[in-house]
């Protein structure tokens, strides 16, 4: 299958300061990325939708000018948690969708490793 | 809007038997995906197996299979001959089709393989 990446695999950070993730899908263009959260013990929660050259989609509840996304190319998009705090510390994931597979309707998404947050 | 529910928190299961991981969902929606995921302590998620709404017969890969019951709305997982490498935590998820949606996730289920 595709293969997406994930940049750092996790990260240290202290209160008040940014940190940015980057998500690459590495063999494959992806017009659309998506940016999930996942605390301790939970499940995945959508965070925003990514769109290669346009604004992204926030989620209700998720603060746009603290998570700022920025979907610069086909490849690449970045999720910046500016002046983060102890309650921002998460498993951030993100997944690339690949386009259409030979099964109708179906598109193939890909997540990348995940990056672990940790701000103290 | 989509929901999906994992009754079981937590399941434990003894080697090279088989377990079922309950999956219900709840969706408006005509067309439809359901997943299962893998996710080890790592926390990558490791993608298992896929079942279209229209798909007639159950999915099956390798060891995994998908109970799916329409009428139910319910989609269990069922892995056979449980190995040691199967303890994970194992997610329930369902994307909206056709293309470009992103996926919403079930709870999840703690499974626990004993020697």
């Known amino acids: 299958g595709a293969v997406v990446s994930q940049h750092p695999s996790w990260v240290i950070c202290k209160s008040g300061t940014s940190v940015k993730i980057e998500c690459r899908s590495l063999?494959?263009?992806?017009?659309?990325m998506f940016w999930y959260r996942q605390f301790p013990k939970q499940s995945l929660m959508l965070m925003a939708t990514s769109n290669e050259g346009s604004k992204a989609t926030y989620e209700q509840g998720v603060e746009k000018d603290k998570f700022l996304i920025n979907h610069a190319s086909l490849t690449l998009s970045t999720l910046t948690v500016t002046s983060a705090h102890p309650e921002d510390s998460s498993f951030y994931i993100c997944?690339?969708?690949?386009?259409?597979?030979?099964?109708?309707?179906?598109?193939?998404?890909?997540f990348g490793p995940g990056t672990r947050l940790t701000v103290t | 809007a989509q929901k999906i529910t994992q009754t079981q928190p937590g399941m434990f299961v003894q080697e090279k038997e088989a377990v079922t991981l309950d999956c219900t969902y709840d969706t408006s929606d005509q067309s439809y995906g359901l997943f299962w995921y893998k996710q080890p302590s790592s926390g990558e998620m490791i993608f298992l197996i896929y079942q279209g709404s229209y798909d007639e017969q159950n999915a099956t890969e390798g060891r995994y299979s998908l109970n799916f019951q329409k009428a139910r709305k319910s989609a269990n997982l069922v892995i056979s001959a449980s190995q040691l490498g199967d303890s994970a935590m194992y997610f329930c998820a369902m994307r909206e089709l056709p293309y470009g949606q992103n996926f919403v996730f079930g709870p999840g289920t703690r499974l626990s393989v004993l020697p």
């Open positions: 997944s690339a969708r690949a386009g259409t597979s030979g099964s109708p309707f179906v598109d193939e998404q890909y």
């Open positions: 063999d494959f263009q992806a017009t659309t």
